[in-house]
């Protein structure tokens, strides 16, 4: 197989400046009791953490192919990927991929079992893709992707493709569908971001 794609999602700027709650000008330090610096506002006294965001996405087959959308947004503007995005509250990780797919691909999946958890603590993310199945050829890709297309497992542009944890589930696709066996993945990604 080929190499990686070269990155994965972009951290959010993550130190806001000014208090949520009153509006007063952050502090950047360690509050009592806790190890950490944190954003402290001295008028009312909240903490604004920030913690890992999870990113959900699906590995889409139908029949001997896999679903791929090429992105219409930056980053990794024209490259392709598999339907993913991040969270929303009030959803589970489920729900969201299935969202995304909807989103991204408008394709019909039967959602399978979750296959790959990576870790990506330098972009400050976690990812979970689940396997699915593709219930119809039809595809209406959203206005996040160029187009959506169905890839045989020799025919997927692996230096097309946008992030490396698309790029490293899929590789563990092709390697699992050898033996037809589809074990869950969980792994990390630490490198810093290449390009
Ligand atoms: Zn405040």
Known sequence: ???????????????????????????????????????????CGAIHYQNPRNVVGVVPIYGDRVLLCRRAIEPRYGKWTLPAGFMELGETTAQGAMRETQEEAGAQIELGKLYTIIDVPQAEQVHFFYLAKVTSSALYPGPESLEAAFFRLEDIPWNELSFRTVSSTLRHYVEDAQSGVFPIHHYDLPEPDSQ
Do not use: I, K, W
């Open 1 to 43: 197989m080929t190499s990686p794609a070269p990155t994965f999602y972009f951290p959010a700027p993550r130190t806001q400046t000014y208090c949520s709650v009153c509006g007063t000008a952050l502090t950047r330090r360690v509050p009592p009791e806790d190890n950490r610096m944190r954003d402290v506002c001295d008028q």
